[in-house]
């Protein structure tokens, strides 16, 4: 939608600094985004300078991925590429997946292990599990000609390293010395959110990879969209997951960057028709499970809240949806595009039937899953929808213009919160 022109909402423009795109965001509001941004592809490199390479704390891996020294996954900070591996001592390191020779990837498989280093396939050149350059191939030349001059100081050379930092079991890392801790980073209360669903061992149960045709912010907004869940998805309207009848709230952190939505069943909402009144397609009377065993859930949490769904800024996801439980990584592909990194999760003292129960209940999210399959399809119809619209503004006014923990989900406080979070690392 276009936005309005009432002077409430009129400022006098600030323009993006280091955006290079010419463009300019249309005033203070954080409920008034322009188009462009989901396009400019100046605006997407300044991005991942300031963002993912600044100083934000960027979700890579589960801890439970690295179990023993030389265990490693790679994965991408941005479009940085990057390894993650178990050091000799213990501690979890990550650096830049690139040779200081000419430049090759040094690993190539998304996850293996190593005996004490890597090395390139190129030119063979070998790192140690820190990311530091200790060797390489005929450095003294062959037959006593040729090879490295010797001024050539290994110690000088050598893939970025990043700090990183082990929360609740997952991994995120970091290129700048000023991210602060990752307590503070997210705050108490979503610190709380997340230390609710990951309490104890957890195990990966599955993981896949989605691609999705539209801008990363896309679907970051989708995630803390607690506006649109009820009425996209027939399946949360139908079976009463989540709507927005129903108890429940959403948290955001006081900077914006992050936030936890939750859904908390009412007795009284089994019969409240205010879906149907309204004409909603969410709410479907002819919608059955063959199966209706699929949502046989148990409150293992002990507080009622059915779903939660909790973001890390800028890329990380994390999912209660009655008993599935599942980490999600946005990661930049370009303006256009983007990948979903997911992992479902369990827990290592799960009993049989929770096992159970978790594998059949992922079957609610994911490229075909019964809730999110929708979720795949409307960030690409932003994209195209607004493909002539870059100078125009989306209306993002749900539950007012701040960006402050509100308890409904009839609010678009989270994303503003983004919104407000992103203009600030931007314009650093």
Known sequence: MRGSSSARLCYSPRRMIDGGSGREWPGASLARVPYWVYQDDANYRAELRHIFEGPAWNYVCLASDLPRTGDYRTTFLGEMPVIVVRGAEGQIHAFENRCAHRGALIALDDAGSTRGHFQCVYHAWTYDLEGSLVGIAFEKGSNGKGGMPATFCKAEHGPRKLRTTVLAGLVFATLSPDTPPIEEYLGDEVLGRLRRVLHK????????????PNNWKLYVENVKDTYHASLLHTFFGTFRITRLTQGGGILVSPDGAH??????????????????????????????????????????????????????????????????????Q?????PGAMELHWTYLGFADDTPDMQRRRMKQSNLVGPAGYVSMEDGCVGGFVQRGVAAAGDEVSVVNMGGEGAESQETRATEASVRGFWKAYRRYMEA
């Open 330 to 334: 946005v990661l930049p592909k370009g």
């Open 259 to 328: 936030h936890a939505s939750y859904t908390i069943d009412r007795a009284d909402d089994s019969r409240s028709t205010a879906y149907r009144e309204q004409g909603i397609r969410s709410e479907n009377q002819n919608y059955r499970l063959a199966d209706p065993s699929l949502l046989d859930a148990v409150d293992e949490f002990g507080d009622g809240i059915q779903l939660q769904i909790l973001t890390v800024f800028p890329n990380l996801v994390l999912q209660q949806i009655h008993n599935s439980l599942a980490v999600r």
């Open 201 to 212: 061992e957890a195990r990966v149960m599955g993981r896949f990879v989605q691609a999705l």
